[in-house]
């Protein structure tokens, strides 16, 4: 989420620039963005290769880093498979 917030700050920075000129956005932000970034790269692959996901989660998840907003939804839409997976295997208890 961090890294996506820094990307549209990033984005937003760059605009600025072309409308103002001012290049102070772009070199503050710039490096947060670029360390957030390869941060991120770091913990898709440890938690890829710890928890045994599958590779495609993790090339999910650098895709997702791609577009600001997508890291977002993709995370919220894991997550919500992810509870219905949990919800689904649960045993239906019934009471009298």
Do not use: C
Not at 7 to 29: F, Q
Not at 50 to 73: D, E, H
Not at 75 to 94: G, L, T
């Amino acid at each position: 989420m961090a890294e996506t917030i820094s990307w549209t700050l990033l984005l937003s920075a760059m605009v600025l620039e072309l409308i103002t000129g001012w290049h102070g956005g772009i070199s503050i932000v710039g490096p947060i963005h670029g360390i957030l970034t390869i941060a991120l790269t770091i913990v898709a692959l440890s938690l890829t290769i710890s928890l045994k996901w599958p590779w495609s989660r993790f090339i999910k998840i650098m895709l997702a880093s791609l577009i600001p907003i997508w890291g977002y939804v993709w995370i919220h839409r894991e997550a919500d498979s992810v509870i219905n997976d949990q919800v689904a295997r649960q045993p239906i208890r019934v009471t009298e």
